[in-house]
């Protein structure tokens, strides 16, 4: 089922802001942060470029203040049907659009409630300009120079990536799968954060990486990943917003700002991933248990080149802000939109659960670790009703969850063909030779 509108959109408000929201901000330097966004050009979660007014992204910030990721969410409007009341604003919109072609959706919807006093969606006026063939196409020339950037503390910002490595033996595949190296880096100190090994590059996986590194190193303030589908998912926003962590992506081929990543996986290359060639590993487990010795013995306590300080002694000389239990748990449940049926279940993942009767035909969120989904919380407006009771459960596993690799079996010592060989030369020793049906004088 597809996420909640209304949650994307809230999600898509926070990251926006994240950059705004820390309390240490004194006014003048939220001010300038707040100045600069509403200065630049953003894709919309209709993928469209639009623009946020000062006096939108301070609201916004208030708000999260206030209520958290739910204050984010759209309010009652109040423009429902300003366009049928007055279409002749739409045909203005179009001539504000062509007489200056660089005017954003929002602005022009500023313009029109500045001049007549309607409020006008953003969104309906995107419409209208997608229908008459007037988007804006834009095309700059990037000739910006990028000097070196380096993160101020540790934890201001972490770096994620994906290696992808040697074939490993797995044993709910036939052969071997290609293992995938999900990678968190500090940004100042060069530690590696944490690192694990899997035989799937998906959305849970690199969850689960981050969970493991929260809970080894704290809370980051900021995440710095590429456009991957490990990191692009709605679960991995809606982590990144309930614990209060700036979530960036880097810009199709604009790779700066990753220097550090791909140096890292370049030593990771040259220096652990031959010698793992050389002898060769028999599961995941022995590679994650190989990759983590040495990572905590060598990688984070060497030298660093440009710092001169080891990663380890440079992150520890910093703050450690570590996250509530309970909201590092909320952060990394999965939440799906559902109604419940007049006879008070919820189905999920081909499965049926039993809801609380005050819930029946109302809307709710279930919110599960996509490991265990006999064990589903069900929330309606904030407020938690328990959980759902499983009736038929035919799938205990989440489609997307990453799958455990499990040890090897152990080899039981049987040869089946050895047996068949035998039994074959046994039987042929105590039978009749073809050669004698032909001439029966001739002796064995």
């Known amino acids: 089922m597809a996420p909640d509108p209304a949650e994307e959109r809230a999600l898509w408000r926070y990251h926006l802001i994240a950059e705004a929201l820390p309390q240490r901000l004194r006014h003048r330097e939220r001010g300038l942060i707040v100045r600069r966004i509403a200065g630049e050009e953003h894709l919309n979660p209709e993928g469209l470029p639009c623009r946020v007014s000062r006096n939108t992204l301070d609201r916004w910030v208030r708000r999260y203040w206030q209520h958290g990721l739910a204050g984010l969410r ?56 997608q229908r008459r063939g007037l988007t804006r196409e834009v095309l700059l020339a990037d000739q910006r120079t990028f000097g070196r950037y380096e993160a101020e503390a540790p934890n201001d910002r972490w770096i994620g990536d994906v290696l992808v490595g040697p074939f490993v033996p797995f044993p709910k595949a036939p052969g071997s799968l290609r293992a995938r190296l999900f990678l968190l880096v500090d940004d100042h100190s060069r530690l590696l954060v944490h690192g694990r090994w899997y035989p799937v590059e998906n959305l849970r996986a690199g969850q689960e990486v981050l969970y493991q590194a929260i809970l080894r190193r704290g809370l980051p303030a900021s995440l710095y990943f590429d456009n991957g589908s490990p990191y692009t998912g709605h679960q991995l926003a809606r982590s990144c917003a309930v614990l209060g962590i700036r979530l960036i992506h880097s810009r199709p081929y604009m790779p700066q700002g990753r220097g550090k990543q791909e140096r890292l ?43 001169h300080q080891t990663p380890m002694d440079r992150f520890l ?45 109302r809307p709710v969120e279930i919110r599960y670790r996509p490991e265990d989904l006999t064990r589903i919380e069900v929330w309606h407006q904030g407020t938690q009703f328990g959980l759902l009771t499983p009736l038929v459960i035919g799938r205990h596993v989440h489609r997307q969850a990453s799958p455990p690799p499990r040890p090897p079996a152990q080899p039981t010592g049987t040869d089946y063909l050895g047996s068949v060989l035998a039994a074959h030369q046994e039987k042929e020793a105590g039978g009749i030779a073809f050669r004698q049906l032909q001439n029966p004088k001739e002796q064995p």
């Open 265 to 307: 996986n370049r030593v990771i290359r040259e220096r652990f991933l031959i010698e793992i060639g050389q002898v060769g590993v028999a599961s995941f487990q022995e590679l994650n248990d190989r990759f983590e010795a040495w990572a905590e013995s060598y990688l984070n306590l060497r030298v660093h080149s440009q710092t």
């Open 74 to 129: 759209d309010q009652p409007r109040s423009d429902q049907g300003s366009t049928k009341r007055h279409p002749e604003l739409v045909e203005e919109a179009v001539q504000l659009r062509l007489e200056q072609p660089a005017r954003s959706a929002a602005h022009i919807a500023e313009i029109l409630s500045q001049r007549h006093g309607v409020a006008v969606a953003e969104r309906t006026l995107r419409e209208q300009f």
């Open 317 to 361: 000389a910093g703050a450690i802000r570590p996250a509530d239990p309970e909201l590092l748990r909320q952060a990394f449940l999965w939440s799906e939109p559902r109604k419940v049926s007049r006879t008070g279940t919820v189905h999920f993942q081909g499965n049926e659960y039993q809801c609380d009767p005050a819930l029946r035909g």
